[in-house]
């Protein structure tokens, strides 16, 4: 359970890796972050190194989930998930605090990472 939980704000966070990385500049993905062509291309190098944080804390989950996996490395695998989820609410908060416009960006973020958090905290 706590898995298949954790695994949801992981993968959101390779998908925006993708978007920020990979996909900056295109049109869908100006239209997702709400952004023109020129302030994509001002923002390109930020975003190409914004999407990598965001890899990093998947890494980090996905990590600890598969340590998890063995008795010995269960309590660092533990620590790991719980760190990336940590790293993903606390992230969402900056981004909410830095701009009420993108609470819902925040929210996706947030929202996900919280319930995931749960299982780890009981």
Known sequence: MEISFALVPALIHVYIFALESLLWG???????FGVTEAEAATTKLMAFNQGFYNLFLAVAILLGLHLRTGEVTRAAGTT???YGLVSIIAAGLVLILSSRRLWRAALVQIVPAAIALGPFLI
């Open 80 to 82: 790991l998930v719980i």
């Open 26 to 32: 295109r049109k869908s993905t100006n239209k997702t």
